[in-house]
């Protein structure tokens, strides 16, 4: 079981980017995902969450019209649609399947993106 | 979306047991069982170490425990051993569409 993001980079204020986290070792459309943040030094904070189908998303309120979470089962792959970046995103990046319960397990390697001028 | 809160910071010596809290509302832990708790090395990936309050995930050995008492969760860690030397976190569904973290614990041992 194992889970790769790709995609962090150094991105000005205002500007999109979109992270990719690709899944193996499972069947991928059977399971709901979530993207988790780490601001450098900090703790976690929870994204984003997508169902099975891709149909139910939930954002937490920081992030809310601003990062777009989707997956395409066909290429095990899920996705984050970050626009409007502003400093404070800047931080690891984080998928993770969810198998139940709310809870996370496994989880990438995780893929940093910085938001500076 | 309140963050749960943990202490910053615990410790112990090895062989000693240690546990930490994580307190929210009756809106989050206290008002469900999907309370889990992540091991965090340094530059490494969370992992899960319990779920579902109490419940362990194979190869987590059973040093690690998880308990509830009304909006309160714990992690108690016997037998400290050096590899637990980490950062842990608590995390807990707030109602049907949103997660929360705990600010997480930073544990040494001495």
């Known amino acids: 079981v194992q889970l790769m993001e790709s995609g962090g980079e150094l991105v000005q204020p205002g500007g999109s980017l979109r992270l990719s986290c690709a899944a193996s070792?499972?069947?991928?459309?059977?399971?709901?995902m979530m993207w988790v943040r780490q601001a450098p030094g900090k703790g976690l904070e929870w994204v984003s969450y997508i169902s099975v189908s891709g149909t139910t998303t939930y954002y937490a309120d920081s992030v809310k019209g601003r990062l777009t979470i989707s997956r395409d089962n066909a290429k095990n792959s899920l996705y984050l649609q970050m626009s409007s970046l502003r400093v404070e995103d800047t931080a690891v990046y984080y998928c993770?399947?969810?198998?139940?319960?709310?809870?996370?397990?496994?989880w990438g390697q995780g893929t940093l993106v910085t938001v500076s001028s | 979306q309140s963050a749960l809160t943990q202490p910053p910071s615990a410790s112990g010596s090895p062989g000693q047991s240690v546990t930490i809290s994580c307190t929210g509302t009756?809106?989050?832990?206290?008002?469900?069982?999907?309370v889990s708790w992540y091991q965090q090395h340094p530059d490494k990936a969370p992992q899960l170490i319990i779920y579902?309050?109490?419940k362990r995930p194979s190869g987590v050995p059973d040093r690690f425990s998880g308990s509830k008492s009304g909006n309160t969760a714990s992690l108690t860690v016997s037998g400290l051993q050096a590899e637990d030397e980490a950062d842990y976190y608590c995390s807990s569904n707030a109602g049907s569409n949103s997660l929360v973290f705990g600010g997480g614990t930073k544990l040494t041992v001495l």
């Open positions: 993770a399947r969810c198998p139940g319960s709310w809870r996370l397990d496994p």
């Open positions: 579902e309050v109490t």
């Open positions: 009756s809106s989050d832990v206290g008002g469900y069982n999907y």
């Open positions: 070792g499972f069947t991928f459309s059977i399971y709901s």
